[in-house]
């Protein structure tokens, strides 16, 4: 036999479908006229956007919103600038949160995972037949929680700052100075290759640079006596040498540019004072 | 006034299509129960919030198509394809515009309209299979999101991909199978791209319209919900009416089992 709340449940829709049928006011033209008004609303507002888009920016130079496109994707070098578009910042600011290579997977797959079956799942476990929101505190409240901290992840990704190649490279002569690789032009040369290439998107070295995706400080990375073959082949293919690697693989540089950012890092043995 | 002969006989000519259809195929009937079925008399503006929705991804699926006929799958020329579009093709600035802003609004859009059902409590009895397809579209709509954003073949959509790709493989079990699906090769390169450009215009619109289809038969079939807090409120408990026993005033009383 049905339980109480079931029947509880069937005869609210059956007095809601009566309702409708007794009080209710035909879809057209009523309900029809308000959906239609809002629609042009959004088509209007889309064409605006585009508008403003195209008449403010030229190019790849920026307008209002942003540039028409970036520079053509190079998978061999420079400004690595891993943005994804505004809906997935609370994602990749999340991926800044775990920074812990055992906690890496929580961040990228836990906890959106969890998420998003909770969401799925929400008729299933909230089964009360109370509607009104302010007679709903827990649903209430965790909603507020949620709206919370979605905008606050998506607002920290917005402003999260980009190491860019171009800003890093000015970095170079301070490190080879403080690692004690100024006289090895091989090496310094590897330094410039590092900063441009996007690795301190993910890694450290001295300070500089964002840890993402638990990748490790490369401070000292010469210490770790991996030799010049082994970082290449590394680089080339991370998980042939570390099996289940999230870093990307740089084959694209080119052998004769790898070798170089191999020699920087084997030179890299730690600040040397 | 009696109608003239002649007037009937204009009326039966202009009719006759629709009779013809309505004999052959049932759609007029169905039309017109379409547009006068009842809804509660108090609807509210945020419940046109669907309806926008609907419109958003119209806007999508019209400028897709357009975009379609101009963009080159292609490493090589993708690039220059999308350049091509913004400020060579007759409107391509505009298409690609509204593509591009559209879709940023459609997501929007998903999670307002997420928002007004949940303030209604509109995901219950029996609804919640509406919102179990809701959350769906919801996912698949970002995963448009994510496929799109690879297909100007710029620097962001270069490398914004190679870290989704990655985040893609640390997933437990598939994770790994499907980030080397997706990339197709050691690198991020033509195979990915042809693939994800199936996978955006193709495969996951294709979920998308199944799924709206779905949405809009039991929105169809259920009926919206009245707001919650309206005194009019269609299903609304009537304590007078009933005889007063133990059911009178249940829905008022939080219930002893849960309260979420
Ligand atoms: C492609 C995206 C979607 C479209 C085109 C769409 C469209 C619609 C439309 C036109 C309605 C009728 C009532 C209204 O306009 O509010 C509706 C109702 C509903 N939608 Fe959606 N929707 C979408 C996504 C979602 C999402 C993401 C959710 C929640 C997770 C959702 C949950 C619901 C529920 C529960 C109802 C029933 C509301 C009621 O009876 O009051 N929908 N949808």
């Known amino acids: 036999m049905a339980s109480k709340r079931q029947q509880e449940y069937r005869a609210q829709h059956k007095r809601y479908k009566e309702d409708v049928a007794k009080e209710g006011k035909p879809f057209f033209p009523y309900a029809i006229y308000h959906d239609t008004i809002m629609s042009l609303v959004v088509v209007v507002v889309i064409i605006g956007l585009a508008v403003i888009w195209k008449y403010t920016a030229d190019g790849t130079e920026a307008g209002m919103l942003g540039p028409l496109y970036e520079a053509k994707a190079d998978p061999g070098t420079t400004n690595f600038v891993p943005r994804p578009d505004w809906f997935f910042y609370f994602l990749f600011y999340l991926l800044r949160i775990f920074k812990w290579p055992e906690t890496v997977v929580l961040g990228t797959v836990g906890i959106p995972t969890l998420l998003l079956v909770l969401l799925m799942t929400l008729p299933f476990y909230d089964r009360r037949p109370e509607r009104a929101v302010l007679r709903r505190p827990v649903a209430f409240v965790a909603a507020i929680l949620v709206v919370i901290s979605m905008g606050v992840l998506t607002w920290k990704g917005a402003t999260a700052k980009e190491s860019l190649g171009s800003e890093t490279l000015s970095l170079v002569p301070g490190w080879a100075e403080q690692e004690g690789f100024a006289g090895n032009p091989v090496a310094v040369e590897g330094a410039g290759l590092f900063a441009e290439s996007g690795c301190l998107n993910c890694h450290v070295y001295l300070g500089a640079g964002a840890q993402n995706l638990g990748a490790p400080d490369l401070s000292a990375e010469g210490a770790k006596g991996r030799g010049i073959e082994w970082q290449v082949a590394h680089l080339k293919n991370p998980s042939s040498k570390t099996p289940g690697s999230q870093m990307p693989s740089f084959a694209s540089l080119g052998e004769e540019n790898l070798i170089k950012i191999a020699t920087f890092l084997e030179a890299s043995k730690g600040p040397v004072k | ?260």
């Open chain 2, 1 to 260: 006034m009696a109608k003239s002969a002649r007037q009937a006989q204009i009326e039966k000519a202009a009719l006759y299509p629709l009779d013809w259809t309505e004999e052959r195929t049932g759609l007029v009937g169905y039309t017109k129960w379409f547009l006068f079925r009842h809804v509660p008399r108090d609807v509210n503006w945020m419940q046109t919030l669907g309806a926008a929705t609907l419109t958003a991804f119209l806007v999508q699926a019209i400028t897709g198509v357009f975009l379609a006929m101009y963009y080159k799958p292609d490493p090589n020329s993708a690039y220059e394809s999308i350049q091509n579009i913004s400020n060579e093709v007759t409107l391509g600035w505009l298409v690609r515009g509204m593509h591009k802003w559209g879709a940023s609004l459609f997501i929007i859009l998903m999670f307002l309209h997420m928002a007004r059902t949940f303030l209604f409590g509109a995901y219950k009895y029996p609804r919640e299979l509406n919102w179990v397809i809701g959350v769906l579209l919801l996912v698949a709509g970002m995963a448009e999101g994510f496929t799109g954003y690879l297909l100007p073949w710029d620097q962001t959509a270069y490398w914004a991909t190679v870290v989704g790709i990655n985040i893609n493989a640390t997933a437990p079990f598939a994770g790994p199978f499907i980030a080397q699906f997706l990339q197709g090769g050691a690198q991020i390169g033509p195979d990915t791209l042809a693939k994800f450009y199936s996978l955006h215009m193709l495969v996951i619109p294709g979920g998308i319209m199944a799924m709206i289809g779905l949405h809009m038969y039991l929105v169809l079939r259920l009926g919206v919900t009245s707001p919650p807090w309206s005194k009019t409120a269609a299903g609304r408990p009537r304590p007078d009416a009933e005889p007063t026993g133990d059911r009178t005033g249940l829905t008022r009383e939080p219930s002893s089992e849960e309260t979420s």
